[in-house]
T-cell receptor
Framework: NAGVTQTPKFRVLKTGQSMTLLCAQDMNHEYMYWYRQDPGMGLRLIHYSVGEGTTAKGEVPDGYNVSRLKKQNFLLGLESAAPSQTSVYFC????????????FGPGTRLTVL | DQQVKQNSPSLSVQEGRISILNCDYTNSMFDYFLWYKKYPAEGPTFLISISSIKDKNEDGRFTVFLNKSAKHLSLHIVPSQPGDSAVYFCAATDSGTYKYIFGTGTRLKVLA
């Protein structure tokens, strides 16, 4: 039981490049979330999903897109990376009741030059 | 506008003593609160939570207190252990929504 995994762990991009971050969970959780963590800012919600095939915007969605084609996977895409997107990205999942604790992945450290 | 605030960026405590981490919120709609612990290079892990219908919740060495009138919650760790050294985040939500608002974190260092 791996819990929540994230791929890749580290990535360096040049401005304007695109990439996809993958989040996978093996707990059969309904809800999945993408957060970013920046110094002095806590964790901020980018996008979330309440079930397979559904996505919704969080607090800071601009510049990101997401997809949830399979229940266990939640993808975060950057179409044209900007230095302001340099951050640590965390994926989380939860069972599907509200309110409830979330299980977090180990994070992806992204640097955009 | 920071709806959840952790005003102490860091805290040092001697092993065996009590650690008290504080969190303030401004949104009166928040009715569920959580504490997470984060080690370097790892994701946050859930520690303890409390509903607004309670004013205290205890789990082993960890106790969370909620003062709704002051919009304040605190996490008590007794006794503190070196393995408790980590960053602690409080989070709040209006149950029924999917948005959890996190504080900026407090770095706890427990000195042996």
């Amino acid at each position: 039981n791996a819990g929540v995994t994230q791929t890749p762990k580290f990535r360096v991009l040049k401005t304007g490049q695109s990439m996809t971050l993958l989040c996978a969970q093996d707990m059969n959780h309904e809800y999945m979330y993408w957060y970013r963590q920046d110094p002095g800012m806590g964790l901020r919600l980018i996008h979330y999903s309440v079930g397979e095939g559904t996505t919704a915007k969080g607090e800071v969605p601009d510049g990101y897109n997401v997809s949830r084609l399979k229940k266990q996977n939640f993808l975060l895409g950057l179409e044209s990376a900007a230095p302001s997107q340099t951050s640590v990205y965390f994926c989380a999942s939860s069972l599907g009741t509200l309110p409830e604790k979330q299980y977090f992945g180990p994070g992806t450290r992204l640097t955009v030059l | 506008d920071q709806q959840v605030k952790q005003n102490s960026p860091s805290l040092s405590v001697q092993e065996g003593r009590i650690s008290i981490l504080n969190c303030d919120y401004t949104n009166s709609m928040f009715d569920y609160f959580l504490w997470y612990k984060k080690y370097p290079a790892e994701g946050p892990t859930f520690l303890i939570s409390i509903s607004s219908i309670k004013d205290k919740n205890e789990d082993g060495r960890f106790t969370v207190f909620l003062n709704k009138s002051a919009k304040h919650l605190s996490l008590h760790i007794v006794p503190s252990q070196p393995g408790d050294s980590a960053v602690y985040f409080c989070a709040a939500t209006d149950s029924g929504t999917y948005k959890y608002i996190f504080g900026t974190g407090t770095r706890l260092k427990v000195l042996a």
